[in-house]
């Protein structure tokens, strides 16, 4: 059973730029969630999708962004990036039961550096 | 607000040795994760305890879970310098009527030879 799969892996970005990270769950997890990875800030959430709705939202500005499509595959978008936003996005799916997200399965992630 | 505090936040030790990694949460949950990650790596899934008095066990990583203390250990037996990591733990629950997924800040094991 394949994993999940983000791309790209690793990109350089300027300030002011924009950037779109996709990710594919495991096949039948219909959630996914983001996070961002910092050594200062730790892990931090960014928000859930589940049946293309964003179902739960961290505390970052609306230059991040998602959405989910039909297939359960998701897409985050930072738009004027900052210096602070180089990271390591995280993206997890998850085999939702009930209202609760579950155990997460974590994609390799996608390093992001902004010059 | 839901918070979840690890300690310690560095562990160094030695091989074939055993230690204790706590991991306190601030609101009612009866579901806890464990996690690990390689320098350089993603998350991977260790534990997942679902009701109070959990125990759970892989190799030399035993996980529990004290819902009414809210408090979770990871006991490592007789360490391994495998067992080299990042281990985070994280709790869900809705806390003023929102659904929250909070991760630990992580503790950082390196265990020497």
């Known amino acids: 059973k394949a994993g999940v799969t983000q791309t790209p892996r690793y990109l350089i970005k300027t300030r002011g730029q924009q950037v779109t990270l996709s990710c594919s769950p495991i096949?039948?997890?219909?959630?996914v969630s983001w996070y961002q990875q910092t050594p200062g800030q730790g892990l931090q959430f960014l928000f859930e999708?589940?049946?293309?709705?964003?179902?739960n939202k961290g505390n970052f500005p609306g230059r991040f962004s998602g959405r989910q499509f039909s297939n359960s595959r998701s897409e985050m978008n930072v738009s004027t990036l900052e210096l602070g936003d180089s990271a390591l996005y995280l993206c997890?799916?998850?085999?939702?039961?009930?209202?609760?997200?579950?155990?997460?399965?974590f994609g390799e992630g996608s390093r992001l550096t902004v010059l | 607000e839901l918070k979840v505090e690890q300690n310690p936040l560095f562990l160094s030790m030695q091989e074939g040795k055993n230690y204790t990694i706590y991991c306190n949460y601030s609101?009612?949950?009866?579901?806890l994760y464990w996690y690990r990650q390689d320098p350089g790596k993603s998350l991977e899934s260790l534990f997942v305890?679902?009701?109070?008095?959990a125990v759970k066990q892989e190799g030399r990583l035993m996980a529990s879970l004290d819902t009414k203390a809210r408090l979770s250990t990871l006991h490592i037996t007789a360490a391994v310098h495998d067992l080299s990591a990042t281990y985070f733990c994280?709790?869900?629950?809705?806390?003023?009527?929102?659904?929250?997924?909070?991760f630990g800040t992580g503790t950082r094991l390196k265990v020497l030879a």
């Open positions: 997890a799916s998850s085999l939702v039961q009930r209202r609760f997200t579950g155990e997460l399965f």
């Open positions: 096949s039948g997890h219909r959630s």
């Open positions: 999708y589940f049946s293309e709705t964003q179902r």
């Open positions: 609101t009612t949950s009866d579901r």
């Open positions: 305890l679902l009701s109070n008095g």
């Open positions: 994280a709790v869900d629950g809705i806390t003023s009527g929102t659904y929250k997924y909070i």
